[in-house]
């Protein structure tokens, strides 16, 4: 493990100097790279990525959805469509990352993420990296939002993807347990990002009140004991659409668009458009490097 690290670093300080990083910077785009996670599972993380992805779709963005949960490939069931091809194709070399990417509903574009992807990210080599990189790029330049959906908790795999990020989304419900892993994802950013941008977005919210509560307790939380400002977005309220949606494997933006579910969510989106933060740079190259590059050392440890 320490020499498949101490390769990493090796191959990160080379790509660090090549033709890939030069022309990532001269083509450095306005794309946003927003990561979506949570503390626990189920808390709805697949539902809000595949919603703000339609939602921002709707406001004429350009919009990629990255399926990152290793474990659960999930958004693609969420929104009905069979893959033939993941991202682990891609890996082994045996497609393109232009060529598995889905079109979905509502003009997103979607990347499948088949298990295993980030292991078989970190043990690519030069030549798989390079070609891997720069089909990031064009990504970049084709989009103007990527959203990542990674899976829940302190997992290796999943904290490479948050650790990666700049602009992180915290999805929590307003119960305890849910709270206090949220919590923890928060300290976990704390302690090993400099400055992280947290937006947290509380679901399954009985009311407003309930809501608000816990959104502004994860705010207190970490203003008082890290004093780390992190934004409370605002909330989802429980609603039977949105369970009829992932039965019907239908959005509920698309299902049931009047829901308060729906509407919650797309107000949601626009704030999240809205509110960017200068600090979000949003450079998708920089966030796989660091994806490789923290795996290869959480995997050390
Ligand atoms: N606002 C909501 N109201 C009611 N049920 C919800 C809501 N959001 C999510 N759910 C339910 O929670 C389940 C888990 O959601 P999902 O997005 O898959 O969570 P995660 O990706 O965090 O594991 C969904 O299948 C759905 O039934
Ligand atoms: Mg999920």
Redesign the pocket.
């Known amino acids: 493990m320490q020499d498949q690290a101490e390769r990493l670093r090796q191959l990160v300080g080379k790509l660090n100097s090549s033709p890939v990083k030069e022309r990532a910077e001269s083509s450095f785009s306005n794309c946003r790279v927003i990561t979506i996670t949570?503390g626990k599972?189920?808390?709805?993380?697949?539902?809000?990525?595949?919603n703000f992805a339609l939602s921002m779709a709707s406001r004429g963005k350009n919009v990629l959805l990255f399926d990152a949960?290793l474990g659960?490939a999930?958004v693609d069931v969420?929104l009905g469509m069979i893959p033939k091809y993941t991202l682990l194709n891609v890996l082994n070399g045996q497609k393109t990352l232009q060529e598995i990417i889905l079109e979905g509903p509502g003009g997103i574009r979607l990347v499948a993420s088949g298990s295993g992807g980030v292991q078989e990210l970190a043990d690519l080599n030069e030549t798989q990296r390079g070609r891997f990189l720069e089909a990031l790029l064009d990504l970049q330049k084709q989009s103007d939002v990527i959203l990542i959906?990674t899976?829940?908790g302190l997992h290796p795999n999943v904290l490479a993807f948050v650790l990666a990020a700049e602009e992180v989304v915290i999805?929590t419900t307003p119960e305890p347990t849910a709270l206090m892993d949220a919590y923890g994802m928060i300290k976990i950013l704390y302690r090993e990002k400099q400055n992280p941008l947290i937006t947290v977005v509380v679901?399954?919210a009985s009311n407003q009140a309930e809501a608000d509560e816990a959104g502004k307790k994860l705010v207190i939380l970490s203003k008082r004991f890290l004093d780390l400002e992190i934004k409370y977005l605002g909330f989802?309220?429980?609603?039977?659409?949105?369970?009829r949606a992932?039965?019907e494997q239908k959005p509920v933006l698309i299902s049931a668009p009047l829901c308060p579910?729906a509407v919650s969510l797309g107000n949601l989106s626009d704030q999240l458009l809205s509110g960017k933060d200068p600090r979000a740079e949003g450079d998708l190259i920089n966030f796989f490097k660091k994806v490789t590059q923290i795996f290869g050392v959480k995997n050390k440890r």
């Open positions: 949570s599972g189920g808390v709805g993380k697949t539902n809000l990525s595949v949960d659960l999930n969420m959906d899976g829940a999805v679901n399954m989802v309220p429980r609603d039977p659409a949105m369970i992932v039965r579910a």
